[in-house]
Structure formats: structure tokens, C-alpha cells
């Protein structure tokens, strides 16, 4: 079946919720960093696969940005949407919410960016459709990511860079 050239950004839209638990958290009682971030990357993966309806691999995270620390007892929300697509490559947004549970008071505990790259039955980047915005926020968005998308290719000069230096000077 072939897919569609083009499909609502909406349809990608993947929504997680954990409860923090002592487990979950550092010696300040604040969910681990790495624990979010796997969190992310999961969330992520899903709206990826959902645009492309093939197996994905995450190809970077731009950034992961902790704005308030999650606390134990606290939920943590995350919401992913693809924002963009190249031709097998995938912009992912993640806006992380935490919530206290006992007062309902939520607010924006972190921010990110990913890029995922869709793979064929033979292991090789394969095409996927196009996304397109309809909400206000959905469009900001979308009108932004070229703007990301030219420091992410800038950034991976500069990885390349280290990678041949470090190739040659280990410590």
C-alpha cells in the first residue's frame, strides 16, 4: 500500500505520562536527567513511526532543555509531534509537562528537539510523506524548522571536525 504525499501534522501527535517515583529520581528528589531523556527519545520514536510507518533511528537530538525540575510524586507529560520532514529525515518535537498531583498545578519542565531517519526493509534511509501544520502552534512550528535545521547541519560539521582531530590525538 503506498502512503500518502502528504498527512496532518495532528497524526503524529504522541502523548506519554509517567508518575515519578524515588526510583526514578536523584538525591534531590528530582526525576533523573537520563531518565527524561530516554523518556524522550521514546515518545519521539513513536511520533516518527507514525508519520513514516517504517522502523526509525534517532539521527541526533538537537537539545534537551531543563527548564523545572521534576519531583517525586509528580507526573511528567510529554508531547510529540513531527514538525518537518526532509526526504527520509524527521524533525520531532517534545514539550515536557510536569503536574503536582495533589494541587494540579502544571507547567513546562523541559523542551526538545530530535531528528529521526526512516528505514526500508533493507536497512536504508527510505522516503516518507510530508507534514503539514494547521494549528497556530503547529505552524510556528513548522515555519521555524529551517531555521533549526540550518544550525543542526552546522553542528554536525563541527562533530565532524572533532571526530577527525580526536581520530588522531587520543588523550
Known amino acids: 500500500m503506498e502512503q500518502p504525499k502528504k498527512k496532518p501534522m495532528k497524526e ?6 509517567s508518575h515519578v517515583f524515588p ?23 513513536i511520533a516518527a513511526i507514525k508519520l513514516a510507518r517504517n522502523p526509525v533511528v534517532t539521527a541526533s537530538t538537537d537539545s534537551v532543555d531543563f527548564i523545572k525540575p521534576i519531583k517525586i510524586g509528580d507526573s511528567v507529560t ?3 509531534i513531527v514538525t518537518w520532514t526532509g526526504h527520509s529525515s524527521m524533525e520531532v518535537f517534545v514539550k515536557v509537562i510536569a ?9 513546562v519542565a ?6 529521526f531517519v526512516a528505514l526500508g526493509a533493507d536497512g536504508k534511509p527510505t522516503a516518507i510523506p510530508d507534514v503539514y501544520p494547521e ?3 503547529e505552524k510556528w512550528l ?10 543542526r547541519k552546522s553542528r554536525k560539521q563541527e562533530s565532524k571536525d572533532l571526530v577527525a582531530f580526536f581520530s588522531h590525538n587520543f588523550i
Do not use: C, W
Open 142 to 151: 513548522h515555519q521555524t524548522a529551517s531555521r533549526r535545521a540550518a544550525h
Open 110 to 115: 523541559a523542551l526538545s528537539f530530535l531528528t
Open 23 to 45: 526510583p526514578d529520581a536523584n538525591h534531590l528528589g528530582t526525576l533523573f536527567g537520563g531518565k527524561l531523556m530516554a523518556y524522550i527519545d521514546d515518545v519521539a520514536s
Open 12 to 17: 503524529t501527535l504522541t502523548i506519554k505520562t
Open 99 to 107: 503536574e503536582q498531583l495533589l494541587t494540579g498545578k502544571k507547567s
Open 135 to 137: 494549528t497556530d502552534e
Open 78 to 80: 510529554l508531547e510529540a
